[in-house]
């Protein structure tokens, strides 16, 4: 056998563009489909509930009630409406017309008068994960207000919390999910653009043709990736140009790290698809093996929404095989924190084992499969 | 029953069954997806690193550090050296607390004292949280310390979390995950099949055997139907008896609503693979629809706060009604109108998704 040649591997590079160029549905799916989702889920992912549907049942119609209620209002949070007070709650949150409830039994106000505490009820639907919690913050919060209240205007707090929130002073929503979105977006459409490209030369017996010429598998490999990787990078700058022009996410950290990081993680996502279509040579499990490892746990462990740091230990440590959520956490950190390479060593060193060592796999396993 | 679209059908699910690979992804992955993220999902928030600034003989600074570290929401963060702002910003802390030079309680006594909270904002769910805890653990701190009768709030906020009362993830996340999983199962063997069909050539020798459209096209959908319906049991099956959430409603309502969401989703597998003119369309088709799918099904972020111009796009998602479904039939027993209107919903959108894949399937025969 002969040398790695790289006139070998770019004849085989030039083919796969030509596969590229012949289908513009891969151009598409490689430069337009992430700025398209980036731009539409920049646009409409929210975490902050606002408005949230309060359905009030005051048995007690007094001045205390007017004023828990105008507190309700007042935390701008919750669009507040009166429902029939013998109405079963639990009934009212079942037929899905509120997110919470509301229950102020009569003798509420007359407590409160006597120095009695004056109890109400926050019935909340524990079936909606997505605000459920964050609810309940806002109802603690109310519960700060109403004993400020309480305690009169003389009384100040003894103790003022003054919080500064770096990094996002004003808690934009889009600026937290932006730069994930981005690494999720292109993390997955490289699996999925690899994931066939070796399943589909097997499947259609170009594959014996293509060994039978002198091409060693190494320069098949590189070949088949170089297209990928400058299409992933294509795609990685025109997200960042969303991001940053128009979404306004700040940019604080370096751009050849961004960049770098960025070819780091494509390389890991190409070659997990490199080897899932190596393993598979059939394109409907290369399909269904990339989707499934790829769709669910990205948007699921990567971190994006679900925080890993409240994950139990084990499963915390199971994440740190997403090359992704690596990325997720350089992205964020670039953008917003101004991270540099020493608070990011753990990350790109991790991301840097993960492509040579996916590279590596299905290398070796392309190779063994050859030997008769 | 018509017996050749019996032969028909039985060669489809041989056809998918055959490889033991398919079969495990068919019927093993989903389990073992479901058992992953119902144990590894949370959406509380744990584990907050705080960090804290406060002279050694600031006993009340570090009554709050010691009453936060309590509630098991906080942890100590490694002490890092200068500026406590280094510490959040080099990320070695998520949250640090400084307290006024001088000790908290001297500063008490002069007068209202402030006291300083840096939160890491990078991820604003979290953070908003760790504001709100912190102040309620340093709330009951002031109200143990503070001099004289305690003085209760005048008024007490009870809140109670229905349907999930201790909170547990598992139940507010398993409804949710198996019918992602339900989705993305069913979407994807149904648009390959065809791709697949079509890519061989063996789609002409299928279009030239003595069936009518119609027998090919059922052909071709009802086997990942039955799967489909297969794999909803075995991941029901699990949620129930493995995660112990609860099935307060009637079991027929939970499998009508399957079949009526797997029929949707194989109609837009099959719309996916009639417009695809390979296998890697189809897969990239497949991703377009399962990726908005996921994410616009309630689960990932309160759909409420969509802008109204978009907001309607969530309606085409069969995945959101399946999801609304599953929760409102196993967690809060099935209230008949939400049931009956978001089957009737799911069930509509269905047929308008099989309607225009039977008509883009007769446009590609003839």
């Not at chain 2, 050749?4 to 056809?15: C, P, S, Y």
């Not at chain 2, 939160?119 to 001099?147: C, H, M, Q, W």
């Not at chain 2, 995945?319 to 008949?336: P, S």
């Not at chain 2, 109108?337 to 089957?343: A, E, H, R, S």
Request: charged share 15%.
């Amino acid at each position: 056998m002969d040398a790695f040649r790289w006139d070998r591997a770019l004849s085989i590079a030039r083919k796969e563009v030509r596969h590229i160029r012949r289908d513009p549905f891969t151009l598409a799916a490689g430069l337009g489909i992430p700025v398209l989702l980036v731009l539409f889920f920049g646009f409409v992912m929210d975490f902050d509930v606002r408005d949230i549907r309060l359905l009030v049942q005051d048995a007690d119609r007094s001045r205390a009630s007017r004023e828990l209620l105008e507190l309700f209002r007042a935390s701008g949070h919750f669009d507040a409406r009166s429902a029939d007070p013998v109405a079963d709650p639990a009934a009212l949150l079942a037929r899905e017309k509120a997110k919470a409830v509301l229950v102020i039994p009569p003798g509420f106000g007359r407590d409160r008068d006597r120095g009695v505490p004056a109890r109400a009820q926050v019935l909340l639907d524990g079936a909606d994960n997505s605000t459920a919690g964050v609810i309940l913050s806002y109802v603690a919060g109310i519960q700060q207000a109403a004993a400020r209240r309480g305690a009169g205007a003389d009384a100040a707090e003894p103790v003022e919390v003054r919080t500064r929130f770096l990094f996002n002073p004003e808690l934009n929503s889009r600026w937290f999910v932006v730069p994930g979105l981005a690494a999720v977006v292109i993390g997955l459409l490289a699996v999925l653009l690899t994931a066939l490209t070796v399943a589909r030369e097997w499947e259609n017996g170009s594959m014996e043709l293509l060994l039978s010429t002198p091409v060693r598998p190494l320069e098949i490999l590189v070949g088949k990736l170089a297209p990928y990787v400058a299409l992933g990078m294509g795609g990685v700058l025109l997200v960042y140009l969303t991001a940053r022009f128009v979404f306004d996410v700040p940019f604080e950290g370096s751009h050849a790290l961004f960049f770098s990081a960025s070819f780091l993680f494509l390389g890991a996502a190409l070659g997990q698809g490199l080897l899932i279509s190596v393993t598979t040579r059939q394109q409907p499990l290369a399909m269904q093996l990339g989707i499934v490892t790829g769709l669910l746990p990205s948007l699921l462990l990567s971190g994006f929404v679900f925080p890993i740091e409240s994950m139990p230990l084990f499963f915390r440590a199971l994440t740190a095989l997403l090359p992704v959520r690596w990325y997720m956490t350089v992205t964020r950190g670039i953008f917003l924190r101004g991270a540099g390479p020493a608070d990011l060593w753990v990350p790109l060193t991790v991301l840097t084992a993960m492509s040579l060592a996916l590279s590596a796999l299905a290398l070796k396993k392309f190779k063994t499969d050859l030997e008769p | 029953m018509n017996p050749t679209l019996v032969a028909f059908v039985r060669k489809e699910l041989l056809q998918s069954l055959r490889d033991v690979r398919m079969r495990a992804v068919i019927f093993v992955l989903p389990v073992v997806q479901l058992t992953l993220f119902g144990l590894a999902l949370s959406t509380e928030v744990r584990n907050i690193r705080l960090a804290t600034d406060f002279s050694p003989l600031d006993v009340l600074s570090r009554r709050v550090a010691e009453a936060c570290l309590a509630t098991g929401w906080f942890v100590p963060a490694a002490r890092g050296a200068g500026d406590p702002f280094h510490w959040v910003r080099a990320g070695g802390a998520d949250a640090g607390m400084v307290s006024p030079r001088g000790g908290l309680a001297r500063a008490v006594e002069r007068g209202p004292a402030t006291l300083q909270l840096l939160v890491d904002a990078t991820n604003t769910i979290r953070a908003r949280s760790i504001e709100v805890y912190f102040k309620t653990v340093l709330g009951g701190v002031l109200r143990e310390t503070s001099p004289g009768p305690a003085r209760a709030s005048p008024v007490l906020l009870e809140p109670r979390v229905l349907y999930n009362p201790s909170m547990r993830t598992a139940v507010f996340l398993v409804p949710g995950v198996l019918s992602m999983i339900l989705c993305v199962v069913t979407v994807i063997l149904t648009s390959m099949s065809m791709a697949r069909e079509k890519e061989m050539g063996t789609f002409e020798t299928l279009v030239s055997a003595p069936l009518s459209n119609t027998e090919i096209l059922l052909g071709k959908t009802l086997p990942y139907v039955l799967l489909g319906v297969a794999d909803a049991v075995i991941v029901l099956t699990v949620a129930v008896f493995g995660f112990r959430v609860p099935m307060q409603g009637p079991v027929w309502q939970v499998l009508l609503a399957a079949v009526v969401f797997v029929f949707s989703t194989v109609a837009a597998g099959t719309l996916i693979s009639t417009v695809a003119r390979n296998q890697q369309q189809a897969m990239m088709g497949s991703f377009l629809f399962l990726f908005p799918a996921m994410l616009l099904s309630g689960i990932m972020f309160p759909l409420e706060n969509m802008p109204r111009a978009l907001g309607w796009i969530a309606y085409l998602n069969p995945l959101k009604y399946f999801v609304v479904l599953m929760r409102n039939i196993m967690l809060k027993g099935g209230d008949a109108w939400v049931v009956g209107g978001n089957l009737l919903e799911l069930a509509a959108l269905g047929m308008v998704l099989s309607w225009l894949a039977a008509r883009r399937f007769h446009q590609t025969l003839n």
